[in-house]
Structures are given as structure tokens and as C-alpha cells.
């Protein structure tokens, strides 16, 4: 914050920040290097015949990452495996993106949205717009912005559910979206809509929405506690104390070991 308010006429204050990104670093360990001075790269190495690692690396440098494991891994497969194409294939939604950019007036008027609302979904979804625009066919409500979250669509809550694997209100407010750091109520205020959004695609009950809602509520009550602790360990134990929405695999699994070659 200091240093961005080297620039600014009206310095920030803390009571400016709605949410940051943060997150621990897979560093290779040094002998006595400095953090900053570790390694970001990976290191893939063949523990035993048919079981390769990989440690360090970073979201940026992935597809790197799975080319050398790969390669790696393919010492032990008999036969011959066909050279890596990763470099020519897109990321999903990222084919076509630039040419849809373009047609950014001709999509608002399409759907009856804002432009800038069409840019937000190709910046999110790419070449995937029409398939989530799509679940609004017949249903302009869910063209509408979430109430209390304007920045997202009520159609993006229920793409989450229909085609993105979300299961419960915080895969939606906090992993498929941003809800839960981008606005000060971090999703609670949205929770009740949300959940009666994905209600159907979903399968919820009256009770399952409260219970949704009730949870949601809980943990991001015992996050926003847990940053006021003196130390991590009373953190932990406040977040830890949170009801779970998942249920808890109570039976263990299985694990078969594999037959000695």
C-alpha cells in the first residue's frame, strides 16, 4: 500500500481493501538461501519404477510442468509415445476469443446486455459465452446482475452449477467466481439469492437452501474472526470450528498396492 500511494492525490487506507490474493509459494528447499532467492522453477525426478514427482514450478509455467513430467513418466511405458502438441492447443474457451472481442457490439445486441457485460463474459468464459448465455434462453431474468454482487450475472451462478461442477454456495461465491473477495459482505449478502438460483440445477430443497445459505454464512463469520487472532494456531482452530458443507468420508478407502513387476 505505500508504494501505491507514492503515485495517489488521496492515499488508501486500510479500510479500502476489500479482498487480496495470497497464497504459499512450492519453492524448492536451498541449504540456506533467502525465500526470495529459492528456486520458482520445478524439478522432476522417478522415485521408483512407474512413480514420478514433481515439486516447485507455478500456475504460469504448468504446461511446462506436465511436459516434463510427462516425458519423464514415458521412460517406463513400452512402447513408442507420440511427441507433446501442448504448445498448439488452446485453453479451453481461448479459441476464437480475439475474433468474438470484435463482435462485442453484435453480442450485446443479441443477448440485450451491456457491452461491457459482454466483455466481462469473454474475459471469463472466451469462446464459451454463447454456452453460458445460452442457459438465459427463454429466462431474460437471469440476465439481470446479482443483486448485491453487480459485477456477475445471475446467468453466471447457474453456469456454475449446470456445466462447472459446483456443488454448494462456496464452490460458486468463492471458487467460480470472486464474490467472496471482491465485495465487502464477501458473498453473504448474495448467498440467499445465489442459492435459489441453482436451486433447481442442483436439485435443493427448501431445507438444502437454508442449510447452503446457514453454512455459507458460518464460515466466511469464522474467516472474518479467525484474521483478527494473535497468532495462526487460534486461526486455524476458529476456521477449523466452521461447519463443512461436503459431507465427511467416514469410511476409509481402500488403497490396493500394485503388483510387484
Do not use: F
Request: hydrophobic share 40%.
Amino acid at each position: 500500500m505505500k508504494h501505491v500511494n507514492k503515485v495517489l492525490v488521496t492515499p488508501l487506507t486500510h479500510a479500502d481493501i476489500t479482498g487480496v490474493y495470497a497464497g504459499l509459494r512450492p519453492l524448492l528447499a536451498g541449504e540456506s538461501d533467502q525465500t526470495s532467492k529459492l528456486s520458482r522453477e520445478h524439478a522432476v525426478a522417478r522415485i521408483a519404477p512407474g512413480l514420478v514427482a514433481i515439486a516447485g514450478g507455478k500456475y504460469t509455467t504448468y504446461r511446462v510442468m506436465a511436459y516434463d513430467a510427462v516425458d519423464e513418466a514415458a521412460q517406463d511405458i513400452p512402447r513408442r509415445v507420440p511427441p507433446t502438441i501442448t504448445e498448439r492447443v488452446p485453453l479451453l474457451g481461448a479459441d476464437g476469443y480475439y475474433a468474438l472481442m470484435n463482435q462485442t457490439p453484435h453480442l450485446a445486441e443479441k443477448y440485450g446486455v451491456h457491452p461491457y457485460r459482454i466483455q466481462h463474459l469473454l474475459n471469463r468464459y472466451g469462446s464459451l459465452i454463447d454456452e453460458v448465455l445460452g442457459l438465459a434462453d427463454g429466462k431474460p431474468e437471469l440476465l439481470q446482475p446479482i443483486t448485491d454482487s453487480p459485477g456477475y450475472l445471475r446467468v453466471e451462478a447457474v453456469y456454475a452449477a449446470a456445466a462447472e461442477a459446483a456443488l454448494h454456495l462456496d464452490d460458486i461465491l468463492a471458487r467460480r467466481t470472486r464474490i467472496s473477495i471482491e465485495y465487502p459482505h464477501r458473498g453473504v449478502d448474495s448467498a440467499d439469492e445465489v442459492a435459489r438460483l441453482v436451486a433447481p440445477v442442483l436439485g435443493w430443497s427448501e431445507s438444502d437452501i437454508d442449510r447452503e445459505v446457514a453454512v455459507y454464512t458460518a464460515r466466511v463469520k469464522a474467516e472474518i474472526e479467525s484474521q483478527t487472532q494473535p497468532d495462526d494456531t487460534s486461526a486455524d482452530a476458529l476456521r477449523l470450528e466452521a461447519p463443512e458443507a461436503r459431507r465427511e468420508v467416514l469410511d476409509p478407502v481402500p488403497i490396493t498396492q500394485p503388483e510387484s513387476v
